[in-house]
Structures are given as structure tokens and as C-alpha cells.
């Protein structure tokens, strides 16, 4: 309970704090770029989603593998969970990105390496959760979207190495496009981290919030059965 | 009594939030007949569902020739089970012969294509069994049906409403095999609805009534006694 | 697997009987001859409209296109035909494991995939405009390659997907997100090929489509038992 208690209680405080750090980080402590000027903050929000929603599906997938591996309806939960949060943060990977993408290349979209990942990224979360709302609700739909979830995260590495193949990279991308390690100025680094590690507190709470209501409707669903059954 | 060949322990079975199997506890022994007798509804379809392998029980466990039902080498358990249900499990565009033939490869059956024009004559089939099954009458599938679940000779047998939309010529082969079994030492385990019928071919009985098991007889039922305990457990319910 | 050498004896036993059932019924090549002819020529009509001329790239795109979408509603057949009396129970009864299963009917269906890629690319050449002949070798591994990985992943989920109610809808849903990077692959490898190029010019496309193949064909082997057993 002791864990439990940690997450109700401190966890949205904590996520309030951060959120609070990483904005004034974001807009006061980070400097403006000097080429991009004031759009560039986006990019704190746009990759700071983009580590979560990975994060989220790789929670899915080791929920997923948990699940089949032990038979425990809360790993199955968790998997659920975690999709239906991870990509709300893809989505919101793949509106930051056109928006900061239009001012800075002209174009809503390119077929950059890293949005095309995330492009299929999504549509592998969206397939997920179009399975488990459309197939029906036997116990067996779990099983197969726990083998849906860890077929998914299998493929990462192919999805990274293959989309590195598509043509037609705009050269823009590779002067305008920081990434991780070309971050020269340490405020940009640090309104870097500590966005990311709020979006991360912030998953984990919603993923917690999610588990726990999901836990709660199906006991109750089990309950009610056990009492009809007599 | 023979050598236990299937013991059951506390067997549950959920389907999404309800109980279908609500913990029973069951056994059958080598030369037993033994039949379970239930309502609709009462869970005995899924039952054998669970002995036979193919559903894993929520809770509970189950013992086939003295090993763990679930456990790694289950599918060697598998070759000495036969299954007959109300569906044939038959290829519709293979032809009668090829059919066994498959199932005979697919049990290892030694001498495959030897069994399968045995158990084709046996099954009064002999003309047939080069046409297609799509084209045969709802008796001679049923025949074909058991045949295909005795060609690699199981050791215990399960038979899911056998005598249900039967003609009567299949009917005498489904007691025939019955009786055939259980005077080689084989086992054979039925569910069914047909209590007359039931009780005359059986050596021993279970009422299954909402996933348990209400009585079971320790040797032949005898017939008032059983209609009375089944209309105390089904009219309760 | 508890198989071995028998485990061997089982898989063919499962795809000889798959094989002589589709030659009698041929319902699973008709289904991708005819789909396949169908999206070839509305791709072609298509492409001749837009541009009047074909390209390579476009030809290539085209191909995959077509093979993978009419080899997705074929390939549901090899599951759907265990349904009828419900003989999926009498293999799943008998002590054939379900990776033996599954092994036997993608092997199946690479074999008949490769059927209807050898019948509809002459008419590609014709229609699209495609010089096949040259090429012919390095296009056969190509597509050889690429069915394997389509194959792995879609009959892996067609067994999924002949359980739900829609399931049409249902297979290219959940397949199409984690093909997403066979079809960049195949497609750039079938391109570079169909451009006069060499295996080795499509190297690096070539080395990730085998890894895909390992990868999924591996994930399926091990994971298939979750799909189809209760």
C-alpha cells in the first residue's frame, strides 16, 4: 500500500511542481534561438512528448509480455493503460512537429526520419486500441493485444533503420534541428531534461490514474456476475 | 476400477467476469464409462473443453494418465485423447479417406493408411470415402466423425452430446465404440442430456448443474434415485 | 517445442493438406489473382491520368500496393477454412503445437503469395510499363523477401482476425502499422532493382527486409500459441 499511497497522494503535487519548473525552464531560463526565434520553444514540448510516447510504448509492451507471462489481469491493465496515454503523447508529437515544421521549413510536413517514425509509431498505438475496442470483450482479446503490443515493439529497430532510407530529407532539418546532443547552450539543456522529465511524471501518473479506474470497473463487472450467478 | 486416466481438482473456468466451471472435482478410471448429466447451460461442454486440453482452467488442475494436463509435454497427453463434438472437425473439400489420412499423420499413427481404410469400412463408408465430405449426409459425417476420433486408438475419449441429431445408425455405433473401449481398458467420458440413454450405457455418473458438480454416483445409477437427485439439483438452481 | 525431427513430419502434414485443399477450392489464389489484377489496373489508370508517364518508383509503389492488399483478404482464407466445422479444435486437440501450426501456413501462404506475384507480373509489365525481364532474378529474392515478412506478420494476425466480426476490416488494421516498414524497404529494394541495379546496390534495404523476416517470422513462432489457444 505504501507505493500506492506514494502515487495518490505526492504524485500530482509532484507533477504540478515540475510542470511549473519545466514552463518557467521553457520560456524564461532557455534562451531564444537566434534563427528560429520565439517557435523554437515547441521543440521542448514536441521531443519531450516524443521520449514519453516511446516510453509509452515500450511500457506496452512489457506490460503486454508481463501479462502473458504471469496470466495477472493487472499487467493486462496497466498495457491499456499505457496505450491509451502514450498515444495521446504521439498524437501530440505529430501536431507540435507541423506546427513548429510550417514557420521553420514552409511545409507542414516532410518526411523527416524522426516525425516518420513516430508516424508509425502512432499507427501501430491507434491499431492496438482499434483492437481492443472493436474485437469484442472475451478474455481472449487481451491475449492478443498483449501479442499485438510486443509484436510492435519488436519491430522498433527496423522502423528506426528503415525510415533512415527515405529520400528526400529536408537540408534545413540538419541545421535547424538541435537534437539531443547538438544542444550547445545549457539552458536549452536544462528546460530540455526537466520538460522531459515531466512529461514522464506526468505519464506515469495518468498511466496510474487509468490502471486504477480500469481496476475498479472490472472488479465491479466481476462482482456483479459472481451475484447474478448466485 | 482400472488406473485413474483423467483426474479433475477444483476446476474453475471464467468467461469474462462469470463462472462457468465454479470448482468441481471429477475423475475417470480405465475401463469406466462415465457420463455427466446436466442442463443446459450447466457448463458441460466447457468442461470437456478444459479436459481435453484446449482451454486452460482458471484455477484448478487436471491430471491425464497421472501427468499435468498443462504442463510442457501436454501435447504428448494429446495423442491418447479423442474428441467428438457436435461439430466434425472434418476438411469439407477433402474426400473421406483424406481426412482420416490427416489425422492419422497428425496423431503419428504408424500404420496410417491401413487404419484409415479400417476405420472407412467400419464406418460403412467404403463407397464413399473417395468423394468429398462436402458431399455426404449429415449421418455419414457423424460416422466419419468418430472414426477420425478413434483412428489413433485414445485412451480415454471424450464424447460432447453424442447421441444429439443422431440417426439411429449412428447411435449404434457411438454405444458400439462405448462398449468396445471400455472392454479394452480404454476410458470414455460423455455429456449428455438424454437421461434414459445415459444411464443404461454408463458405469458411473455426475450431475453437473452452474459449473459444479452436485452428485456423483459411485457406481451405476440406479434410475429413481438418479432422477430424484437431478430434479433436486436442477430444480434448486 | 517438445517436437523436434516429429515437429517436422507435423508442419508438412498441416501444409500438404492446405495445399491439396487449395487446389481443389483455389479459393485463397483466386482471391489474390483477382484482387491483385483489379489493383494493378486502377493503379495504372490512376498513375497514366496523373502523369501519363510511369515511373519506376511509382511502378514499384504500385506492386506493393496491390501485393499486399490483395494478399491480405487472401490470406484470411487459410484460417477461415479451419472454421468450417470447426476444425481449427481438431488440430488445436491433437498434439500438434501451435507454432507447427503457424509455421505450416505461412509457409503455405509464401508459396501462394509467390504464385500470384509470377501471374500478375506480366501484367504489370504491361499495364505499368515495368521492364520485368532484365531485372527478373534480383526480383524474385526481392519479392521472395519481402512475402516472407508480409506473410509472417499477416497470417500471424489473420488467425486474430477471422474471430472478430469484421473482419476484413480487422486484418489490414492491425497488420498494415507494422508493415509500414516492409513496404518502405520492399518497395525502395524493388525500385533500385527494377532501375537496372544489382542486389547490392539495394543492400541496405536488403539487409534490414531480412532482418524484419527474423524478426517477425521468430516473434510469430514463439508467440503464436497466445493467439490461438485459450
Known amino acids: 500500500m505504501r507505493a500506492r499511497d506514494i502515487l495518490d497522494r505526492w504524485l500530482p503535487w509532484a507533477v504540478g511542481l515540475a510542470m511549473i519548473g519545466a514552463l518557467y525552464c521553457i520560456f524564461l531560463v532557455a534562451p531564444t534561438e537566434r534563427e528560429q526565434g520565439v517557435v523554437q520553444r515547441i521543440f521542448y514540448f514536441h521531443v519531450s512528448s516524443a521520449w514519453t510516447a516511446f516510453a509509452g510504448f515500450v511500457t506496452v509492451a512489457l506490460s503486454s509480455a508481463l501479462f502473458l507471462w504471469s496470466g495477472r489481469q493487472r499487467w493486462d491493465q496497466v498495457a491499456r493503460s499505457a496505450a491509451e496515454v502514450g498515444v495521446l503523447f504521439c498524437t501530440f508529437v505529430l501536431i507540435t512537429g507541423p506546427i513548429w515544421a510550417k514557420p521553420i521549413w514552409g511545409t507542414w510536413w516532410q518526411w523527416d526520419p524522426r516525425l516518420t517514425q513516430t508516424l508509425i509509431l502512432w499507427a501501430i498505438y491507434v491499431s492496438y486500441l482499434t483492437l481492443r475496442a472493436f474485437a469484442g470483450g472475451e478474455d481472449v482479446v487481451r491475449r492478443w493485444a498483449a501479442v499485438l503490443g510486443i509484436f510492435g515493439v519488436v519491430g522498433i529497430p527496423i522502423i528506426i533503420l528503415s525510415v533512415r532510407l527515405l529520400p528526400g530529407i529536408h537540408p534545413a532539418v540538419l541545421v535547424t534541428r538541435e537534437g539531443k546532443s547538438g544542444l550547445a547552450d545549457p539552458g536549452m539543456r536544462l528546460a530540455l531534461i526537466v520538460t522531459g522529465l515531466t512529461f514522464l511524471l506526468l505519464f506515469v501518473w495518468l498511466v496510474h490514474v487509468r490502471t486504477r479506474i480500469q481496476r475498479v470497473s472490472e472488479g465491479l463487472e466481476s462482482m456483479r456476475a459472481d451475484l447474478d450467478a448466485g | ?237 | 517445442m517438445s517436437h523436434g525431427v516429429e515437429g517436422v513430419t507435423l508442419v508438412l502434414a498441416i501444409l500438404w493438406k492446405d495445399l491439396r485443399i487449395e487446389w481443389r477450392t483455389k479459393e485463397m489464389l483466386t482471391s489474390f489473382v483477382v484482387l491483385a489484377v483489379l489493383l494493378v489496373l486502377t493503379l495504372s489508370f490512376a498513375g497514366q491520368a496523373a502523369m501519363g508517364r510511369v515511373s519506376t518508383s511509382r511502378v514499384a509503389g504500385a506492386l506493393w500496393v496491390s501485393f499486399l492488399f490483395a494478399g491480405m483478404l487472401g490470406i484470411q482464407r487459410s484460417f477461415l477454412l479451419e472454421r468450417e466445422n470447426e476444425c481449427i479444435t481438431g488440430l488445436l486437440a491433437s498434439p500438434v503445437e501451435a507454432a507447427e501450426v503457424f509455421l505450416a501456413k505461412l509457409v503455405g501462404n509464401v508459396m501462394l503469395l509467390g504464385i500470384m506475384q509470377a501471374l500478375i507480373l506480366p501484367l504489370a509489365a504491361l499495364f505499368l510499363g515495368a521492364r520485368i525481364g532484365a531485372a527478373l532474378p534480383a526480383l524474385a529474392v526481392v519479392l521472395g523477401l519481402g512475402n516472407l515478412g508480409f506473410a509472417a506478420v499477416a497470417t500471424f494476425f489473420a488467425a486474430v482476425a477471422v474471430r472478430t466480426r469484421s473482419r476484413e476490416v480487422m486484418l489490414p488494421l492491425l497488420v498494415l502499422p507494422l508493415l509500414l516498414p516492409l513496404v518502405i524497404l520492399a518497395v525502395s529494394a524493388t525500385a533500385t532493382v527494377l532501375d537496372g541495379g544489382g542486389l547490392a546496390e539495394a543492400s541496405p534495404a536488403l539487409v534490414y527486409l531480412v532482418a524484419f523476416d527474423t524478426i517477425y517470422c521468430t516473434a510469430g513462432w514463439l508467440l503464436f500459441e497466445f493467439v490461438v489457444r485459450e
Open chain 2, 1 to 237: 476400477m482400472g488406473v485413474q486416466v483423467l483426474k479433475a481438482r477444483s476446476l474453475v473456468r471464467r468467461l469474462g467476469p462469470t463462472r462457468v466451471l465454479a470448482g468441481l472435482d471429477l475423475q475417470v478410471a480405465a475401463g469406466e464409462v462415465v457420463g455427466v448429466f446436466g442442463p443446459n447451460g450447466a457448463g458441460k461442454t466447457t468442461l470437456v473443453r478444459v479436459l481435453a486440453t484446449l482451454l486452460r482452467p482458471t484455477a484448478g488442475d487436471v491430471s491425464l494418465f497421472g501427468e499435468d494436463a498443462f504442463g510442457p509435454d501436454a501435447s504428448r497427453l494429446r495423442r491418447r485423447l479423442g474428441l467428438v463434438t457436435h461439430e466434425s472437425f472434418l476438411y469439407p473439400d477433402l474426400t473421406g479417406t483424406e481426412n482420416l489420412l490427416f489425422y492419422a499423420r497428425l496423431y503419428g499413427v504408424q500404420n496410417g493408411n491401413a487404419r484409415a481404410d479400417e476405420l472407412i469400412a467400419w464406418a460403412g463408408m467404403e463407397e464413399h470415402g473417395r468423394r468429398q465430405v462436402r458431399a455426404y449426409s449429415r449421418g455419414m459425417v457423424q460416422r466419419l466423425a468418430l472414426a477420425r476420433a478413434l483412428i489413433h486408438a485414445p485412451d480415454l475419449l471424450f464424447l460432447d452430446e453424442p447421441f444429439s441429431g443422431l440417426d439411429a445408425l449412428a447411435t449404434e455405433a457411438v454405444e458400439q465404440v462405448m462398449g468396445r473401449l471400455r472392454s479394452e481398458g480404454r476410458a470414455v467420458l460423455l455429456t449428455t442430456h438424454d437421461i434414459d440413454r445415459g444411464l443404461r450405457i454408463t458405469d458411473r455418473v455426475y450431475i453437473l448443474n452452474r459449473g459444479r458438480v452436485t452428485w456423483g454416483s459411485p457406481g451405476p445409477a440406479d434410475p429413481d434415485e438418479f432422477k430424484d437427485a437431478y430434479r433436486r439439483a436442477v430444480g434448486a438452481g
